[in-house]
């Protein structure tokens, strides 16, 4: 038995309590081992022979089993009766068995001298307090998200510096081009984002900044004016909220803006300015120019900026007063405002202390907030349940679209790369992961498939078939074109859209979203892979699996063909939503959602 391949701790993904009854439990070993068995029981639960106390166990085998590229993950799902949790793992492997505690490894022969079972592994008690408890209302919403400048342009009395005619179909954009989308085009676009059946809105910045981007922040209570005013705002989250859509706000907390005032007053007295400290400067000798793209002290180490932008200096939210004035800030989008939720940007820098403080803040103002991270990687020390509720999902994205467009991948690499996206956190935080296939930082989806409509909606049927809250860009419904920044932020086509140029498409996405928002199969956690007889060994680019709810009700079976080859998927079942799919064969580029129960 590969006893270096097995792994387990006590804490994190690997035991956590799923709510205030239940503990799930994990443990990664190698492809070797073909059984596992939890042993599992209060610590306190035993009998004592002639003044020894000899602990009492239970043993449950764990046959839930996902794989990875390299290894097992076995899971079982406990109810320690008093809250209490003392366990270890039996394995077997080729007639072998091994014991694994917390002190280590132990055959069987070993195993029987045991007397002592306080080197298990142990969940000492399951306190409310520490359950990871996300907002439900996240689980099934579907969200849109919006750059502001590029989306739409409502009237306003505000003409911006530069404006040039609403960007045609096509037409690339730059950095610095000034379209005028606003506020106020985002409202008169509500009833089109109610059709689609979008139930959230995230809005990339809005406050007042240089850049039409506006990740660098001049003034954190202040509607840029080319967006519009705070009353613009107010009015932007309650005509939304009548339309049944949340909004969640982007949180610039990691750094600010050249024009932030706390920035300029440190420009003017350097070291003797009394905001010196809420920046991360390490000599105030740092050069002045004005061209600040010609500048380079954060190269120079001069002080700290966020991707050596001088011109973006890095916050200190190590230091009191500023997590002080930044989660003010927040608190007066809630309560001024009434937004749902807030993306932070950056997340990933800022320090510990200031995402704790900021969530507590924000749950006493509202219970079901959304706080969601933007963290590209593995984000578990920020998903333990007193931090962020969710974050930006890349790995999923780089899952679904890596297998889609990479013709050397299989049925299998799917399989790992998704069993390892839902591995790395709880169940809990699983279900509001922030997915989306493109953003306003990535190449859009269509893209990158090379203008691939079938590709593209296959991958579609991916991302809604999973858990998690699901995003679509602005524009994805109607597979806008874009290559990497800024050409990912073009102008919505909205004569073309009007004009019904891409009815076929939003009627597609009109259907997946409902079908999502319809059947908690395509929502939930559990999933069972199979490749049936045309696909066993999963080395064709074949996916096949079933959904089924979390309640033991309906199962959805999903089926993407990537292969050059029509597929026999026969006609069992009813089917929902289909693409290619001709007599029960299943076309290349084809997909297909069928209720098998």
């Keep these: 038995m590969n006893l270096s391949a097995i792994y387990h701790q006590a804490f994190d993904a690997f035991c956590y309590p799923l709510d205030n009854n239940n503990l799930e439990i994990t443990i990664k070993t190698g492809k070797d081992v073909e059984r596992v068995f939890l042993h599992w029981a209060d610590p306190f639960n035993g009998e004592r022979h002639d003044g020894e106390f000899i602990w009492k166990s239970n043993c449950v085998e764990m046959t839930e089993r996902r794989e990875l590229q390299e290894h097992f993950l076995w899971s079982a799902t406990v109810t320690p009766p008093a809250k209490r949790c003392r366990y270890f793992f039996s394995m077997e492997s080729q007639g072998e068995t091994a014991y694994f505690l917390e002190t280590g490894f132990y055959t069987e022969e070993q195993f029987s001298r045991i007397r002592d079972f306080t080197g298990c592994f142990t969940f000492p008690w399951m306190n409310p307090a520490d359950v990871n408890r996300t907002p439900e209302w996240a689980e099934s919403a579907v969200f849109y998200q919006i750059f502001p400048s590029r989306f739409c342009r409502g009237k306003s009395s505000f003409q911006p510096e530069g404006l040039k005619p609403w960007g045609k179909y096509g037409e690339k954009a730059g950095w610095n081009d000034v379209y005028g989308g606003n506020l106020q085009g ?50 932007l989250v309650k005509k939304a909220h009548e339309h049944g859509i949340k909004i969640v706000l982007d949180g610039v907390f990691n750094h600010c803006g050249w024009d932030f005032f706390a920035w300029q007053d440190v420009l003017k007295n350097r070291q003797n300015s009394k905001y010196a400290s809420w920046f991360m400067i390490n000599d105030f000798n740092f050069e002045l120019h004005e061209d600040y793209w010609k500048m380079h002290n954060s190269w120079d180490k ?29 608190e007066k989008w809630v309560r001024d405002y009434d937004i749902d939720g807030i993306r932070m940007d950056v997340a990933n820098e800022v320090s510990h202390l200031f995402v704790q403080e900021m969530r507590k803040a924000m749950l006493a103002l509202k219970k079901d907030f959304y706080f969601i991270g ?69 190449m859009r989806m269509i893209t990158r498939f090379e203008s691939n409509a079938d590709r593209a909606k296959q991958a579609l049927a991916l991302l809604f078939s999973v858990p998690g809250t699901a995003c ?60 049936g007889n045309e696909n066993a060994d999963g080395t064709k680019r074949l996916i096949r699996y079933t959904k089924t709810a979390e309640n033991g009700g309906e199962k959805i079976e999903v089926i993407v063909n990537c292969s050059e080859k029509p597929v026999n998927i026969g006609n069992d079942g009813t089917v929902l939503l289909s693409q290619k799919l001709e007599n029960g064969m299943l076309l290349d580029d084809g997909f297909m959602y069928r209720l098998i129960q």
């Design 472 to 531: 679509i860009y602005y524009g994805t419904e109607i597979l806008l074109e874009g290559g990497n920044d800024p050409d990912n932020r073009r102008c919505m086509p909205w004569k073309e859209i009007e004009a019904g140029r891409f009815d076929e498409t939003l009627s597609f996405m009109k259907k997946l979203i409902l079908l999502r928002k319809t059947h908690p199969a395509l929502r939930s956690s559990i999933i069972q892979f199979n490749y």
């Design 302 to 330: 001069k002080y700290f900026s966020f991707a050596f932008a001088d011109f973006m200096p890095k916050l200190n939210t190590n230091n009191p007063e500023v997590r002080e004035y930044l989660i003010g800030v927040s």
């Design 186 to 235: 985002i409202i008169d676009r509500l009833d089109y984002l109610q059709s689609l059946g979008i139930t959230g809105i995230y809005m990339t910045p809005i406050n007042q900044a240089r850049s039409q981007h506006k990740y660098d922040t001049k003034d954190y209570l202040t509607v840029d004016e080319s967006f519009g005013t705070n009353e613009t705002l107010r009015e």
């Design 374 to 442: 933007e963290i590209w990687h593995n984000a578990q020390p920020w998903l333990r349940g007193n931090e962020f509720d969710s974050v930006m999902n890349y790995p999923l994205q780089n899952a679904i679209l890596g297998f889609c467009e990479d013709s050397h991948t299989n049925a299998k690499d799917f399989e790992f790369a998704i069993n390892r996206c839902y591995s790395m956190y709880s169940r809990q935080t699983n279900r509001v992961l922030f997915n989306q296939m493109d953003s306003h930082d990535t």
